[in-house]
T-cell receptor, first 115, second 115 residues
Framework: DQQVKQNSPSLSVQEGRISILNCDYT??????FLWYKKYPAEGPTFLIS???IKDKNEDGRFTVFLNKSAKHLSLHIVPSQPGDSAVYFC??????????????WGLGTSLAVNP | DGGITQSPKYLFRKEGQNVTLSCEQN?????MYWYRQDPGQGLRLIYY???????QKGDIAEGYSVSREKKESFPLTVTSAQKNPTAFYLC??????????????FGDGTRLSIL
C-alpha cells in the first residue's frame, strides 16, 4: 500500500510559468517531508523540506506547502526553467526528529519545462 | 569536495555470482543507507546503518548483505539469492540530527545488470 502518493506521473509546463507538483500521504504520523529532484542515471538531489509544525517553506524559486488536515503537500516552482526538467520525488518520514530516519518515497512526477 | 562516491557506475553480473557495490563518503556522516530503484518506481530501502558495526534491514533486504566496518564506507553485496538484481542502486547518508531533521544526500548510483 502506497503511503506516499504522487498521482501525476508527468507534468508539462511552459518556461516562465508555475509548476505545481502534488503529493498526498496516508500516515498521520509523518512529520517531516522532503522533495528531491532526479536526473536520469544520477542520484536524487535534495531540494527543500518542511516540518509538520510549519505550513510553508520557501527557498528561492521553490516553495513547499503543507496541508496537514488534508494530508497533502505541494511543491511550487516559479518561474519554471528548462533546467528544472527532471523527476521529482516526494518523501516522508515518521517519528521524532533525529538522525536515522527511514524515508517513505512516492513514485515520482516527471516534469518537462518547454522553452 | 565532500560527497558520496559510488563505484562502479555500471556493473554486470553473471547468474549465480555475488557482486559488491562500493559506497564511500567523506562527509563525516553517521548514518548510511542503500536503496534500490526500478523503472517507474520510487526508492525502496534495502539496508541502513546508524553507526559503525551496526546495521538494520530495510524493506527489501532479502538477497543482500552489508557491512559497516568504517564510518566512511558501507558496501552492499548482491548475492546469488537475489533473483531479480537488475536495478539502479543508490547509496545515501545523513549527519546526526541533534533534534533537527537532516535530509539524506545521495551518490550518483550504480546500475547493475545481469548477463
Amino acid at each position: 500500500d502506497q503511503q506516499v502518493k504522487q498521482n501525476s506521473p508527468s507534468l508539462s509546463v511552459q518556461e516562465g510559468r508555475i509548476s505545481i507538483l502534488n503529493c498526498d500521504y496516508t500516515n498521520s504520523m509523518f512529520d517531516y517531508f522532503l522533495w528531491y529532484k532526479k536526473y536520469p542515471a544520477e542520484g536524487p538531489t535534495f531540494l527543500i523540506s518542511i516540518s509538520s509544525i510549519k505550513d510553508k517553506n520557501e527557498d528561492g524559486r521553490f516553495t513547499v506547502f503543507l496541508n496537514k488536515s488534508a494530508k497533502h503537500l505541494s511543491l511550487h516552482i516559479v518561474p519554471s526553467q528548462p533546467g528544472d526538467s527532471a523527476v521529482y520525488f516526494c518523501a516522508a518520514s515518521p517519528g521524532r526528529a533525529g538522525n536515522n530516519r527511514k524515508l517513505i518515497w512516492g513514485l515520482g512526477t516527471s516534469l518537462a519545462v518547454n522553452p | 569536495d565532500g560527497g558520496i562516491t559510488q563505484s562502479p557506475k555500471y556493473l554486470f553480473r553473471k547468474e549465480g555470482q555475488n557482486v559488491t557495490l562500493s559506497c564511500e563518503q567523506n562527509l563525516n556522516h553517521d548514518a548510511m543507507y542503500w536503496y534500490r530503484q526500478d523503472p517507474g518506481q520510487g526508492l525502496r530501502l534495502i539496508y541502513y546503518s546508524q553507526i559503525v558495526n551496526d546495521f538494520q534491514k530495510g524493506d527489501i533486504a532479502e538477497g543482500y548483505s552489508v557491512s559497516r566496518e568504517k564510518k566512511e564506507s558501507f558496501p552492499l553485496t548482491v548475492t546469488s539469492a537475489q533473483k531479480n538484481p537488475t536495478a539502479f542502486y543508490l547509496c545515501a547518508s545523513n549527519p546526526p540530527g541533534q533534534g533537527v531533521n537532516q535530509p539524506q544526500h545521495f551518490g550518483d548510483g550504480t546500475r547493475l545488470s545481469i548477463l
